[in-house]
């Protein structure tokens, strides 16, 4: 399988969702860049990229169940784009994992199925 661009995996390697996506991309013959987002955060500008590829705002790739979550009110809709971008850049387990993104296309590895529409 010939790839005209780089495939991405923001990837977290205590994850079974992410170890399960990643395995899929493998078992479609796809060998991602694989990056241990915990290790090397994605800059905000690169989350704002993220975001906008799944067609929506930062607070669709933001993990809920996390309890920091919950400690800073990030529910509360006065926190702006701007502020919850740089929250994640610098508190990257906030990050719902894994994203692949393929191209100008990404998508969240919840089910893994779900990164095959982008391949």
Known sequence: CVQLFMITIYHNPR?????????????????PRVVKYLDNPPSAATLREIANMLGGSIRDIIRRGEPLYRQLNLHD????????????????????RPIVVSGERAAVGRPPQNVLSIL
């Open 77 to 96: 809709q006065s926190w702006s784009e701007a502020e919850l971008l740089d929250l994640v850049a610098t508190n990257p387990r906030l990050l719902q």
């Open 15 to 31: 994850c079974s969702k992410s170890i399960a996506t990643l395995a899929l991309l493998k078992e479609h013959n796809v060998e």
